[in-house]
């Protein structure tokens, strides 16, 4: 098991992260959440073994994982951080960087794994091309099969799918984490997009204000947001009465006591969203038909 104990890190004097604790078991699925400049990256650089932490632990499996301080090379076989920029050979091909770190002595079983990869990835039939030629979206690929490369134990994801346009984004994003799961790697990824969160994670983390303020299952945080930012990862929000509804909860009726003015309405595809106000107060919903700007209409609030 992966322990997180009790860490707090400061790049210079205001502390970045303070007396985070939590575990991840083998195999274990946990996402990252927060806003830019909460963390993130900086607690997944921290597990990795780049920077020493200024109080606390990390241990995998009882081994601790320490810093610079404590290693001449930074990290371990065991856990591969694929970070928001990533290294790779420019001028060798798809095949060798991935390739790169296992051993020629085994060259029919090189073969295999590369072929394995190359399939998650799909990125089959460029394996000749040279990195370079790449796009931002297939050079991210590529770094996400030289890290499963070697069959860590631990994957360390930031933002993996954030140059990877939506085409390709939800099959690679299930073929990856199908393939994590089959071969029982520990994974956490940070990220910003629900859509790697929800279906995916077993657990989730919130960062915010230097703190983890929340670590639950994704239905429980989603269902209980507890704030306006952590439901706005999920979708659109308003507050009524100080209670937090998701803008997919609201729905036109013929009377009820929240009366609003519609104020625009965007098309999304199979729904309208509406930007509605009630005084001064902007109220968000949709609608499977378009409303007129000016319409007076009255929500009630459903079952979710
Ligand atoms: P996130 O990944 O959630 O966007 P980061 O971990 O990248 O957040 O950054 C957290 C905070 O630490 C930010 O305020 C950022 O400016 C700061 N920070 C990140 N990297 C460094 C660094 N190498 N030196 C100093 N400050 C940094
Ligand atoms: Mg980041």
């Known amino acids: 098991m992966l322990q997180i104990k009790n860490i707090t890190f400061a790049y210079k004097k205001t502390p970045i992260l303070k007396a985070i604790?939590?575990?991840?078991?083998?195999?274990?699925?946990?996402?990252?959440?927060?806003?830019?400049?909460?963390?993130?990256s900086t607690?997944?650089?921290?597990?990795?073994?780049e920077y020493d932490l200024d109080a606390g632990q990390i241990l995998w499996k009882d081994t601790p994982i320490l810093?610079?301080?404590?290693?001449?090379?930074?990290?371990?076989?065991?856990?591969?951080y694929v970070a928001q920029e990533f290294d790779l050979m420019p001028f060798t091909s798809i095949e060798e960087n991935i390739g790169k770190h296992l051993s020629n002595f085994f060259p029919k079983e090189k073969k295999q794994r590369i072929a394995e990869l190359l399939d998650v990835v799909e990125l089959t039939p460029f394996a000749k091309q040279k990195v370079k030629t790449l796009s931002g979206g297939q050079k991210q690929r590529v770094a996400l099969a030289r890290a499963l490369a070697k069959q860590p134990e631990i994957m360390l994801l930031d933002e993996p799918f954030s140059h990877i346009d939506s085409f390709k984004k939800r099959r690679l994003r299930r073929n990856l984490f199908r393939y994590l799961k089959q071969k029982n790697i520990s994974c956490i990824v940070a990220t910003?997009?629900?859509?790697?969160?929800?279906?995916?994670a077993d657990r989730i983390l919130v960062l915010q204000d230097?703190?983890?303020?929340?670590?639950?299952?994704?239905?429980v945080i989603?269902?209980?947001?507890?704030?306006?930012?952590?439901?706005?990862?999920?979708g659109e929000c308003n507050t009524i009465d100080g209670q937090l509804v998701y803008a997919h909860r609201l729905a036109v009726v013929k009377d009820a006591?929240?009366?609003?003015?519609?104020?625009?309405t965007y098309f999304e595809g199979y729904r309208y969203l509406i930007e509605a106000t009630k005084?001064?107060?902007?109220?968000?919903?949709?609608h499977q038909e378009y409303l007129n700007p000016g319409k007076d209409v009255c929500l009630k609030i459903v079952a979710s």
């Open 279 to 286: 005084e001064d107060h902007t109220i968000i919903f949709y």
């Open 192 to 200: 910003h997009d629900k859509n790697d969160v929800l279906g995916f």
């Open 43 to 49: 607690l997944l650089k921290l597990i990795y073994g």
């Open 257 to 264: 006591p929240l009366k609003v003015t519609v104020k625009q």
């Open 222 to 234: 989603y269902k209980h947001p507890k704030t306006p930012l952590v439901a706005s990862f999920f």
């Open 21 to 40: 604790s939590f575990n991840v078991k083998p195999g274990e699925h946990v996402s990252i959440i927060g806003e830019s400049g909460s963390g993130k």
């Open 210 to 219: 230097s703190k983890l303020i929340l670590n639950d299952l994704p239905e």
């Open 67 to 80: 810093g610079p301080k404590f290693n001449l090379v930074v990290g371990y076989e065991f856990i591969k």
